[in-house]
């Protein structure tokens, strides 16, 4: 695809329901990053996928969150059950490469969840 | 000490003036530096990278980078209403660091 997708746009669900986020990278990134947004604050660093390595999870902020990618392709992060400070947009980005020079990343769109 | 840091703001300036946009950070070992835009409900999108001391100018912005000084900032000339976002600089050497970004509010 031309860029970074992620599905669903919104997500709205109640308390201690969980929740299924999915991130479609560029093409031939190897590098994929999750991030949350609450309102008004700046990028929440979550997980970060490099190929085939071991994926960096020291942003998680609970056990409840966790995320899986398959080889260099989709990912996925799971929020088990949610609570209303869960509540943001959560942000995947791509990149050609992984840590070091030239490691741009582009976003996708986000989706906004929402927990009543 | 945040690991890069932004005024907040925000920023306002008239049309057609120069908007500076200032970040600094506590990385030494940083290699890379990124502004991305985000406008209110959108995505960030990247606007320029430099990797090296210097300016980098690109249209109507120019991106400046003084390692000594930990500082990096981003020049808008002409600034339009358009430009109007919030400004996110990031700093990446293992991994890669945003500050909170600063919100510029061009007025017509």
């Known amino acids: 695809g031309a860029g970074v997708s992620q599905s669903p746009s919104n997500k709205v669900t109640e308390k201690g329901k969980d929740v299924e986020l999915r991130c479609d990278p560029i093409?031939?990134?190897?590098?994929l990053y999750w991030y949350r947004q609450r309102l008004g604050q700046g990028l929440e660093f979550l997980i970060y996928?490099?190929?085939?390595?071991?994926?960096?999870k020291s942003g998680l902020p609970s056990d409840r969150f966790s995320a899986e990618r398959t080889g260099e392709s989709v990912s996925t992060l799971t929020i088990q059950r949610t609570q209303q400070e869960d509540s943001a947009v959560y942000l995947c980005?791509?990149?050609?490469?992984?840590?070091?020079?030239?490691?741009?990343?582009?976003f996708g769109p986000g989706t906004r969840l929402t927990v009543l | 000490q945040k690991e890069v840091e932004q005024n907040s703001g925000p920023l306002s300036v008239p049309e057609g003036a120069i908007a500076s946009l200032n970040c600094t950070y506590s990385?030494?070992?940083?290699?890379?530096f990124f502004w991305y835009r985000q406008y209110s409900g959108k995505s960030p999108e990247l606007i320029m990278s430099?990797?090296?001391?210097g300016d980098k100018e690109d249209g109507r912005f120019t991106a400046q980078l003084n390692k000594a000084s930990q500082y990096v900032s981003l020049l808008i000339r002409d600034s339009q209403p358009s430009d109007s976002a919030t400004y996110l600089c990031?700093?990446?050497?293992?991994?890669?660091?945003f500050g909170a970004g600063t919100r510029l509010t061009v007025k017509p």
């Open positions: 990385d030494r070992g940083s290699q890379s």
């Open positions: 093409s031939g990134h190897t590098a």
């Open positions: 990031a700093v990446a050497n293992n991994d890669m660091r």
């Open positions: 996928f490099q190929g085939n390595s071991a994926p960096d």
């Open positions: 430099i990797y090296s001391n």
């Open positions: 980005a791509s990149s050609p490469r992984g840590t070091g020079t030239y490691n741009e990343q582009f």
